[in-house]
């Protein structure tokens, strides 16, 4: 059966009872998507938390190798990473007992949607994190 996203509504309460997003895949060149869609994140005041082991900081704050070198709550892993990377990504998302696995637009992984739920987390793929706030929260949370 084919994974479901959880209604407008459901994403709507994801994203106010949000504030920390791991950002798997955040480059640190302003021209990727990765960076812009953080930075606005960022700009509405998320508190954004860069997963790259390349990097030393993106947008001010720290970057991490894993999401397991993280050492505080993650509420939001926000992946750009292809598809076939997503599975033990959601693996380590479930470790880390995050809530919410959100895969960026375009990126669909039923496996690692089904591992992230077994692991009791919110799974959205297909949708872009920056679109669905500014639709969903166009004042912030």
């Known amino acids: ?9 459901e994403i709507k309460e994801i994203l106010q009872s949000s504030d920390t997003i791991a950002v798997v895949g955040l480059s640190d060149n302003p021209e990727r ?9 960022q700009a509405k005041g998320y508190r954004i938390v860069p997963v790259n082991p390349n990097a030393e900081t993106i947008l001010g704050e720290k970057s991490y190798a894993s999401l397991r070198d993280i050492p505080f709550p993650v509420d939001i892993v926000n992946v750009f990473r292809r598809s076939e990377h997503c599975a033990p990504v959601a693996e380590e998302a479930a470790a880390i007992r995050a809530k919410t696995l959100w895969l960026q637009l375009g990126i669909v992984n039923e496996h690692a949607a089904e591992i992230a ?5 919110n799974v959205i793929m297909d949708r872009c994190i920056k679109v669905e706030d500014s639709i969903l929260l166009p004042q912030g949370k």
Do not use: D, F
């Open 1 to 9: 059966m084919a994974y479901q996203n959880p209604s407008r509504e």
């Open 117 to 121: 739920s077994g692991g009791g987390l």
């Open 33 to 41: 998507t990765s960076y812009m869609v953080s930075q606005a994140m």
